[in-house]
């Protein structure tokens, strides 16, 4: 029976990193101004009081995940992503473009664990905690150096659940997530070298959404390679004021017109990573 469970692992393992290889592939097929980069769910499956989980990946850039269970039910964690670089990505009509990335995500909170008598997923986690992310991103279509630049940055405030289980050699997981962002700061503007330019900035855009993530990983001496695939669902959308700054130039004159509109931003996106995690047991259980 262990031994079925095994294989059944390590298919899982495989289907898991197979669909986040898509959601990783720098050419994705849904063209979007990725201001929104929500980060991969935190699942450490904690099991035991002076446990340290330690975890790198790649998913929405490099990050680096550490958590402490300081007493028999309860955790802390942190986490940090660095996202730089240039990501190639071909939008739905076929057209390639490429966005400079220069990114980087801070978050950290407190966990609950716990053990169930459910043979499926014996081992509970809670987790409460928040982040601030700052994305700065300049995109253009291939060949063209003329594009749209976006500052963003916002803070977000989240809840998550996961069960999950782990064997000799692996572990799976599920996890939920509920995410509320609120955005300080939101500009993008063109950067064509024409007469006249635009500036546009959105004002109080927030959203909630419901973020829902299945783990998979298999152990290799000591060390376990685990990978995650989720979506962000936006759960609401509220309207959210827009402003566009026309400028245009007649001699050394500068003149600016403004307009203002009405939008709803979804806040969605694709959650992927492969990582490489390691625990320490600082006192083994008897």
């Known amino acids: 029976m262990n031994r079925s469970k095994e294989v059944l692992q390590v298919q899982l393992l495989r289907y898991v990193i197979l669909v ?27 099991d035991q009081k002076n446990q340290l989980h330690m975890s790198f990946g ?43 990335r220069n990114d980087y995500t801070f978050k950290g909170g407190l966990g609950y664990f716990s053990r169930t008598d459910n043979n499926e997923f014996p081992l509970l986690e809670a987790y409460v905690g928040a982040g601030i992310t700052e994305v700065d991103n300049y995109w ?32 799976y997981g599920l996890g939920l997530r509920l995410t509320y962002a609120q955005y300080t700061d939101f500009n993008f503007r063109n950067t064509h070298p024409n007469a006249s330019a635009t500036q546009s900035n959105y ?11 299945i783990s998979a990983g298999y152990t290799l001496y000591g060390v376990n390679i685990n990978a995650q695939i989720g979506v962000a669902i936006p759960l609401f959308a509220p309207s959210v004021e827009r402003t566009d700054t026309h400028i245009s130039y007649e001699g050394s004159t500068e003149t600016k017109t403004f ?5 709803k931003i979804h806040l ?17 259980k008897k």
């Open 259 to 263: 307009r203002s509109s009405e939008d």
């Open 140 to 171: 253009h279509f291939k060949g063209d150096a003329d594009g749209e630049v976006t500052q963003a940055r916002y803070w977000s405030v989240f809840g998550q659940i996961n069960a999950g289980k782990r064997l000799t050699k692996s572990e």
């Open 203 to 213: 004002q109080n855009l927030r959203g909630l959404t419901a973020d829902p993530a």
């Open 58 to 100: 790649r998913g929405g850039g490099y990050d680096v995940t550490l958590s402490y269970a300081f007493t028999n039910k309860l955790a802390l964690f942190t986490a940090a992503t660095f996202d730089k670089g240039t990501k190639k990505r071909i939008s739905i009509i076929g057209d390639r473009y490429d966005v400079d």
């Open 20 to 46: 986040a290889g898509v959601a990783l592939l720098p050419n994705k097929l849904l063209a979007q101004k990725e201001f929104y980069t929500p980060k991969s769910l935190f699942i450490p499956l904690h």
């Open 268 to 284: 969605y996106a694709l959650i992927g990573r492969l990582s490489v995690q390691y625990k320490l047991n600082f006192n083994q």
